[in-house]
T-cell receptor
């Protein structure tokens, strides 16, 4: 079955370390996204990519970096510059370069805890 | 910029009772509107969407939503709730005139508890 795979499900890191979250999709979707979810705040967009080798900052990109070298992969690096990295991270994808009539498909998320 | 308000943080209903989850949006023109559901520790699943046309839209799992332009609302309803509907529900809005890029704005969510 096609879908989005995020790994690992739980991730623990020490403060000051960079960490990379994996997101792989086999839906052949053009667009991919990273959202951060915090209790009571809904989802906030970190980065998105409409096509390979191109990506754009979302609303809360500071302290994060991404790459889009392959259509099926969109890894997110949480750097030590991110002041409050502990959160639930969701990856999503959509076809047609993410035009608005293309709903998002979500992975099951990675819960990152930084101590 | 668009925004979404879900005024109810938590709602508790009895199994078999009807449900209405409120969503109000702010956007200058006709938006694209969505409802997503999230089970604990999982990603989000699309319930339904509104782009244009009939203002009452049907979704999966027996849910429906009605777009009311005069009230800037897109409330989610279900006639009879099942215990498996317990989850968090998110309303989302996107500009209807975009040139590209799916930049949804999500509400803060409503946590639904179902009493047996």
């Amino acid at each position: 079955d096609g879908g989005i795979t995020q790994s690992p499900k739980y991730l623990f890191r020490k403060e000051g370390q960079n960490v990379t979250l994996s997101c792989e999709q086999n839906l052949n979707h053009d667009a991919m996204y990273w959202y951060r979810q915090d209790p009571g705040q809904g989802l906030r967009l970190i980065y998105y990519s409409q096509i390979v080798n191109d990506f754009q900052k979302g609303d809360i990109a500071e302290g994060y970096s991404v790459s889009r070298e392959k259509k099926e992969s969109f890894p997110l690096t949480v750097t030590s510059a991110q002041k409050n990295p502990t959160a639930f991270y969701l990856c999503a994808s959509s076809p047609n370069q993410g035009l608005y009539n293309s709903p998002l498909h979500f992975g099951n998320g990675t819960r990152l805890t930084v101590t | 910029a668009q925004s979404v308000t879900q005024p109810d943080i938590h709602i508790t209903v009895s199994e078999g009772a009807s449900l209405e989850l409120r969503c109000n949006y702010s956007y200058g023109a006709t938006p694209y509107l969505f409802w997503y559901v999230q089970s604990p520790g999982q990603g989000l699943q699309l319930l339904l969407k509104y782009f244009s046309g009939d203002t009452l839209v049907q979704g999966i799992k027996g849910f429906e939503a009605e777009f009311k332009r005069s009230q800037s609302s897109f409330n989610l309803r279900k006639p009879s709730v099942h215990w498996s509907d317990a989850a968090e529900y998110f309303c989302a809005v996107a500009p209807g005139n975009t040139g590209g890029g799916n930049k949804l704005t999500f509400g803060t969510g409503t946590q639904l508890k179902v009493e047996l």
